[in-house]
């Protein structure tokens, strides 16, 4: 049995080349094989490369796509492949004859993915960015902060992750459901830039209007007295999303409130925002966490990453996980999904031993004189 093989899930015997670095890509291809697919990481060299948090169940290998003998492996594993996910800059794969149209000419039914910030086309198709400059030119980071202070990027999970990464699988499997009736493969374009614009479908509308007149003021943005976080005597705090009446009836009768202030009295917010933080301040967060518990007031302690872990609900889905790893999302009725080991060792020869190449002609299409994988370690390890 080849070992591309081997894996399951409901992508089982679906194999992916995995040519990105940073974050967007390589989040993207840990999703595919999360869900069975078999992820060949090529690294050779290229700024950014493959980041060790996404590694699982990737096998990783070296080549030089510079060479006449690095690229010729590359063409050759492509006619195999059921995917190729690509994060260089628009033009590169080109450059080096790996582009779509190369490719789909040797398997027509490869799909074949670039994620960029900027995509493909336009005046800054070609220019450097990162998260927080995709999220400020689509108007999200234009919305969302505090009033009177700089806008404040929520992590870099708008435009790499949801943006990016997600938007990029949507369109592979879309493209993958899409070749059961065609038999044919596609390319996808999958800029940040335009998930971010899309992940921004109910705040458009609303920009300019009472619900969201500027930024740091609107519905969903902490704006709102009902919803919005607050601070509990111990100094952590409290999320409050009671938009519903019935909710916010809830909200008031917990914190004691012999009357509920107006909820949709404009006028009265600012003294009604007083009232819920003097609340909250005559308690810390774990005696209101039990306060609010089994109530639908929509209630929660606001958790830190070190926190989490030892909450009922969270160890109930996910407690087969530690802290600094995540489970595989979502739970299917009948296909499951796992989150396979971590092995970063250069892998170069096994798995082109598998295509069929000698140890000699493997040396030719490696970089010179690397010994293994250059996995990017974002964060320094825990003492």
Same mark, same amino acid.
């Given at each position: 049995?080849?070992?591309?093989?081997?894996?399951?899930?409901?992508?089982?015997?679906?194999?992916?080349?995995?040519?990105?670095?940073?974050?967007?890509?390589?989040?993207?291809?840990?999703?595919?094989?999360?869900?069975?697919?078999?992820?060949?990481?090529?690294?050779?060299?290229?700024?950014?490369?493959?980041?060790?948090?996404?590694?699982?169940?990737?096998?990783?290998?070296?080549?030089?796509?510079?060479?006449?003998?690095? &690229?010729?492996?590359?063409? /050759?594993?492509?006619?195999?492949?059921?995917?190729?996910?690509?994060?260089?800059?628009?033009?590169?794969?080109?450059?080096?004859?790996?582009?779509?149209? =190369?490719?789909?000419?040797?398997? #027509?039914?490869?799909?074949?993915?670039?994620?960029?910030?900027?995509?493909?086309?336009?005046?800054?198709?070609?220019?450097?960015? *990162?998260?927080?400059?995709?999220?400020?030119?689509?108007?999200?980071?234009?919305?969302?902060?505090?009033?009177?202070?700089?806008?404040?990027?929520?992590?870099?999970?708008?435009?790499?992750?949801?943006?990016?990464?997600?938007?990029?699988?949507?369109?592979?499997?879309?493209?993958?459901?899409?070749?059961?009736?065609?038999?044919?493969? %596609?390319?996808?374009?999958?800029?940040?830039?335009?998930?971010?614009?899309?992940?921004?479908?109910? *705040?458009?509308?609303? +920009?300019?209007?009472?619900?969201?007149?500027?930024?740091?003021?609107?519905?969903?943005?902490?704006?709102?007295?009902?919803?919005?976080?607050?601070?509990? !005597?111990?100094?952590?705090?409290?999320?409050?999303?009671?938009?519903?009446?019935?909710?916010?009836?809830?909200?008031?009768?917990?914190?004691?409130? $012999?009357?509920? #202030?107006? %909820?949709?009295?404009? &006028?009265? +917010?600012?003294? =009604?925002?007083? %009232?819920?933080?003097?609340?909250?301040?005559?308690?810390?967060?774990?005696? +209101? =966490?039990?306060?609010?518990?089994?109530?639908?007031?929509?209630?929660? #302690?606001?958790?830190?990453?070190? /926190?989490? +872990?030892? *909450?009922?609900?969270?160890?109930?889905?996910?407690?087969?996980?530690?802290?600094?790893?995540?489970?595989?999302?979502?739970?299917? !009725?009948?296909?499951?999904?796992?989150?396979?080991?971590?092995?970063?060792? &250069?892998?170069?020869?096994?798995?082109?031993?598998?295509?069929?190449?000698?140890?000699? $002609?493997?040396?030719?299409?490696?970089?010179?004189?690397?010994?293994?994988?250059?996995?990017?370690?974002?964060?320094?390890?825990?003492?």
């Amino acid at each position: 049995m080849n070992k591309l093989d081997f894996k399951t899930g409901p992508l089982s015997g679906v194999k992916v080349l995995d040519l990105t670095g940073n974050a967007p890509g390589p989040y993207c291809t840990m999703l595919l094989a999360d869900m069975g697919a078999e992820i060949i990481v090529v690294g050779g060299g290229r700024a950014g490369g493959p980041v060790s948090t996404f590694s699982p169940g990737k096998r990783f290998i070296t080549l030089d796509l510079k060479s006449p003998e690095g &690229n010729k492996i590359l063409l /050759e594993m492509a006619k195999e492949m059921d995917i190729l996910v690509e994060g260089y800059r628009p033009g590169v794969m080109k450059r080096l004859g790996l582009d779509y149209d =190369t490719l789909q000419r040797i398997n #027509p039914k490869l799909i074949y993915c670039s994620i960029t910030g900027y995509g493909q086309t336009g005046p800054m198709a070609n220019e450097a960015g *990162h998260d927080i400059n995709y999220v400020a030119l689509s108007g999200v980071l234009g919305s969302v902060g505090p009033v009177g202070q700089a806008p404040l990027p929520p992590l870099n999970l708008v435009a790499d992750f949801a943006g990016g990464s997600l938007f990029a699988l949507n369109g592979i499997l879309a493209a993958l459901y899409e070749r059961e009736k065609s038999g044919k493969g %596609q390319y996808i374009d999958a800029a940040m830039i335009d998930g971010c614009l899309s992940l921004m479908a109910m *705040h458009f509308p609303a +920009w300019g209007t009472p619900f969201m007149p500027e930024r740091g003021k609107n519905f969903t943005g902490g704006h709102f007295p009902f919803y919005r976080c607050y601070e509990c !005597s111990d100094g952590k705090f409290m999320s409050v999303g009671a938009i519903e009446p019935m909710f916010y009836a809830t909200l008031c009768e917990k914190l004691g409130f $012999d009357e509920a #202030p107006e %909820q949709m009295d404009t &006028n009265m +917010w600012e003294s =009604t925002a007083q %009232q819920f933080e003097i609340a909250f301040k005559s308690k810390s967060r774990e005696q +209101w =966490t039990q306060i609010f518990e089994g109530s639908d007031a929509c209630v929660a #302690p606001v958790l830190g990453p070190d /926190e989490l +872990w030892s *909450h009922p609900q969270i160890q109930a889905r996910c407690g087969m996980v530690s802290d600094g790893s995540v489970p595989p999302a979502p739970v299917l !009725s009948r296909s499951s999904l796992s989150r396979g080991e971590i092995n970063e060792d &250069n892998q170069t020869y096994s798995v082109l031993r598998e295509f069929g190449y000698n140890d000699e $002609d493997i040396a030719a299409a490696m970089p010179k004189n690397v010994a293994q994988i250059d996995v990017v370690q974002l964060f320094p390890p825990k003492m």
